[in-house]
Every structure is written in structure tokens, then in C-alpha cells.
């Protein structure tokens, strides 16, 4: 698109699992939005780092981190080994 930056042909994938319910009052993670790096809840604008879980409004909340690996075009999202407020994986695909 004329005027939007980015270069064609390229392009950068970056992959996070968190938990879906938010900490506040249970509200749903994955029908929000992302801001830079941070996933917004719709209910009330609470929002979490997307690699971390933490938040960063309001401080000292957090949601779960899910480990995942891509394999092939796979991405695997390990369920059961949850993590509060670690780095989840990253990848980047050219
Ligand atoms: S339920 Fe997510 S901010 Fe209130």
C-alpha cells in the first residue's frame, strides 16, 4: 500500500501463547487487540506484554505464559507447562 511503509516480500511472525481469561474479572484475552507488544482486554483495557503476561496497566498483574516451538508450519503450544510471567518463544520467518 502506497505510503505505508514495510518492504514487500517480507515478513515477520511472531508467535506468543497466553492465558485467554483475564485476571480481572475473567474477561476475554483473545477478542482483544494488540498494541505493539502488549494484548489489550475488551472489557476494560487491562494490558498484558505478549511475552512476559505481565501487565502493563495495572502494574503487578499478570496472565500465564504457555511454552511453544515451531515445527515446520506447525506451532505447539505446550498446555501444560504454564508459566507466570516468563518469556514464551518467538519466532521470526522470513
Ligand atoms: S475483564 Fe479484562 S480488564 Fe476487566
Not at 32 to 49: M, N, Q, R
Not at 60 to 79: A, D, H, T
Request: with cysteine.
Amino acid at each position: 500500500m502506497p505510503g505505508r511503509g514495510g518492504v514487500p516480500g517480507e515478513c515477520e511472525w511472531r508467535f506468543s501463547a497466553l492465558d485467554n481469561v483475564c485476571p480481572h474479572r475473567q474477561g476475554p484475552l483473545g477478542q482483544g487487540w494488540i498494541e505493539g507488544d502488549v494484548v489489550v482486554c475488551p472489557w476494560h483495557s487491562w494490558a498484558f506484554d505478549v511475552k512476559t503476561g505481565l501487565a502493563t496497566y495495572p502494574e503487578n498483574e499478570r496472565v500465564g505464559v504457555f511454552p511453544l516451538r515451531i515445527e515446520g508450519e506447525n506451532v505447539l503450544i505446550n498446555i501444560e507447562s504454564r508459566r507466570e510471567g516468563e518469556s514464551s518463544s518467538e519466532r521470526h520467518m522470513d
